[in-house]
Each structure stands twice: as C-alpha cells, then as structure tokens.
C-alpha cells in the first residue's frame, strides 16, 4: 500500500518560513518523480513544484519561484519543501504527490498518488 505522509505545516507570519516534508513507503521511490501541489477554499488545486525521480530536475509555479525548493532524499524516501518569504496568499493545504511521468512537472490529472496534505497559513 503506498502512503505519501506529509508533515511541517501550520501558522507562520508573512515573511516568514516553513519546511514541508514528505515520507514515502509502498512504492519504489527513485522511480517517480515527486512534487507539491495546493489547494487553496474554493480553488483548484494547483502546480507549486516537483523534481524528477533522480533530482537533476526542478520546476516551479511562478508564483513560488525564488522563494520555495524542492529537494528529495532516495536514500531514506523523502521529499521536502523549504518555503521562504511566505505571503497571505501560499495560505492553503499542501499536497505531497508522486508521479511516474519523466520531467519535474505536471498536472494534478498526472498524479499517480497522492497525500492527504497538510494546512499552511500564513498570516499577514
């Protein structure tokens, strides 16, 4: 049974910053490319970021560029989230998600599996 299990969120203040990780099991891990979405109340849930299965590949949502990194550990089957100069509106719930397509970016329709996500706010 794969499990995606995500952990780090909660209330910060705008500016300030979070680490999101992500611990995988039941799957092969170095073999899925692996990535964040969110989803704001009444939004669709969106693209933050991901990286390939390998780590030599990273995209991000524009939205996010410069201020969240994507890194992932094959060796002990995580993936994290480091998120910088956080805004009102990165206020969402967080989804860790792992994908067999190759690249380091997709739509949530390309999302093989998914975690049950954890809530960020950001307060301003």
């Known amino acids: 049974q794969v499990q995606l299990v995500e952990s780090g969120g909660g209330l910060v203040q705008a500016g300030g910053s979070l680490v999101l990780s992500c611990s995988a099991s039941?799957?092969?891990?170095?073999?899925?490319?692996m990535g964040w979405f969110r989803q704001a109340p009444g939004k669709e849930r969106e693209f933050v970021a991901g990286?390939?299965?390998?780590?030599?590949?990273?995209a991000y949502a524009d939205s996010v560029q410069g201020r969240f990194t994507i890194s992932r550990d094959n060796a002990k089957n995580t993936a994290h989230q480091q998120m910088n100069s956080l805004k009102s509106e990165d206020t969402a719930s967080y989804y860790c998600?792992?994908?067999?397509?190759?690249?380091?970016?997709?739509?949530?329709?390309?999302?093989?599996?998914w975690g049950k996500g954890t809530l960020v706010t950001v307060s301003s």
């Open positions: 990286i390939s299965w390998r780590g030599d590949s990273t």
């Open positions: 998600a792992a994908s067999r397509r190759s690249g380091s970016k997709w739509s949530p329709s390309g999302t093989d599996y």
């Open positions: 039941g799957l092969t891990f170095n073999s899925y490319a």
